[in-house]
């Protein structure tokens, strides 16, 4: 079957589909696109006589017209034989071997073609009672290891020996069509890989494409499987969907297929159907900052966009906690943060470093409001204060009254000259705030009397 063969309103069956075979002439990709450092590494495999392509996302990208983050490279060399040709190799990955070649801070990744689990002959498969792949180091052909693509759209490979691109789904009519289709049935291409549902979705929003409609159906269905993703691999994908610059649209469209649920299930709590809830607030006001943080080149820290999104369960649990053992608002607030980030980490592991940050930022939301005598000036010292303030900003915007008026307070405060600062402090104090240089020498008279005196 060639590529004119292929109806895209199909679900694709990647065994029934024929090569096609798409020459120089035909395509837009040109070697000058690709970095030196994939080159390099495409060059020497294919000298020393092994297949070599550039693979997946970085030929898709290339086809759009747009700048590849990454360009790897899959092949017919093992991961030993990759090591032995490139002193700068490290090889990684329990669950599937891959080789990285150093190139400084550039990383490309090599990967050995895959094959099918049927042969037991072939190094080493593991998959769980419901069918998610354990280990994965089964080696095949070109052929076999785009059937195991998880995309059409990523299963088209550029040959460096000719400069063809070889497509093996219909991956060219999905570009054409803005369609991201699953190869393979579905339900158990997820099985084998819950996370798969969740890059659907990346795609989706990042290309601005559909998501399929055999390809969409099980998801919502299927979503708690991310339950069975180790939470530190959700993490990393947390990443990827939310602070890529494409983070509030992700949300929604998570939301859609109830995925942001199981990653989330402390903020889920607090979804309503009007999208009006301070949590949903909160959520939408952080993602849209987040986005538009990426898109200006600004640095963002994935810290303040999880005590963001966290903060009204938080305070629902400190409220909790206040009524059934009588705690203070402030303690409620410190032990209600071990119990929402403590489950959470459950879901996604987000780092120590980056839950102390949060504990941080949490925490100046209880200090900000006490602004007497030096407390004011003292705070804004701290390493943390510039996030806390922002957060109160955000806050604000969602609870109005005295939290807005105190994140307007402490924009002027911040912006005013030193004897402005004092005197609002003062006005803090009633009035009654003398400036910080009149006290010590008022002080230092009163040091001199009394050794005058004592003398």
């Known amino acids: 079957m060639n590529k004119n063969d292929y109806t895209p309103s199909e679900n694709v069956n990647i065994t029934e589909l024929a090569l096609n075979i798409i020459t120089r002439q035909e395509h837009n990709i040109s070697r000058k696109q690709i970095s030196d450092n994939a080159l390099k590494v495409l060059y020497r495999l294919h000298g020393a006589g092994f297949d070599a392509y550039l693979v997946g996302g970085g030929v898709r990208d290339l086809l759009l017209g747009q700048a590849p983050k990454d360009f790897d490279i899959a092949t017919n060399a093992t991961p030993e034989q990759i090591r032995q040709l490139f002193k700068n190799c490290r090889l990684i990955g329990r669950r599937f071997r891959l080789a990285h070649i150093m190139f400084g801070r550039d990383i490309i990744e090599v990967a050995t073609f895959r094959g099918h689990h049927q042969e037991p002959s072939k190094n080493v498969s593991q998959q769980s009672k419901e069918g998610m792949l354990l280990r994965d180091n089964v080696y095949g052909t070109v052929d076999e290891d785009a059937e195991r693509r998880d995309f059409t759209i990523n299963a088209m490979y550029y040959n460096i020996g000719d400069y063809s691109i070889h497509d093996y789904a219909g991956g060219m009519e999905d570009l054409e069509d803005k369609l991201v289709r699953l190869l393979g049935d579905p339900e158990t291409r997820y099985r084998e890989d819950p996370v798969r549902m969740l890059r659907a979705v990346r795609f989706a929003v990042k290309l601005d494409f559909d998501i399929e409609e055999d390809t969409a159906a099980p998801i919502e269905e299927l979503a708690h499987l991310l339950q069975d993703i180790p939470a530190a691999r959700l993490y990393e994908e947390s990443l990827k969907m939310l602070q890529s610059g494409h983070g509030l649209e992700t949300y929604h469209l ?71 053992r009588n705690l203070c608002h402030y303690d409620a607030v410190m032990e209600a943060s071990n119990y929402i980030l403590d489950d959470q980490v459950r879901s996604i592991a987000i780092p120590r470093r980056h839950t102390a940050t949060i ?7 209880l200090r900000l409001p006490r602004r007497n005598g030096k407390r004011a000036f003292r705070l804004m010292e701290l390493n943390k204060f510039r996030a806390g303030y922002d957060f109160l900003e955000m806050r604000g915007e969602i609870e109005g009254g005295d939290t807005e008026q105190l994140a307007k307070w402490w924009n002027t405060f911040q912006n005013a000259g030193r004897n402005m600062r004092q005197a609002m402090v003062a006005d803090m104090d009633g009035g009654n705030q003398k400036p910080s240089n009149y006290r010590r020498r008022k002080n230092k008279r009163s040091s001199n009397k009394k050794s005058r005196a004592e003398s």
Do not use: C, H
């Open 254 to 324: 998570m939301r859609e297929y109830n995925l942001f649920q199981q990653m989330f299930p402390a903020v889920a709590e607090f979804f309503t159907e009007e999208y009006d809830s301070k949590t949903e607030q909160m959520l939408d006001l952080v993602l849209d900052s987040t986005d538009l943080r990426v898109e200006e080149g600004k640095r963002i820290n994935p810290a303040f966009m999880f005590a963001a999104m966290l903060w009204y369960p938080l305070l629902a649990k400190a409220e909790q906690l206040m009524e059934t």
């Open 359 to 365: 504990r941080e930022i949490w925490q100046l939301q």
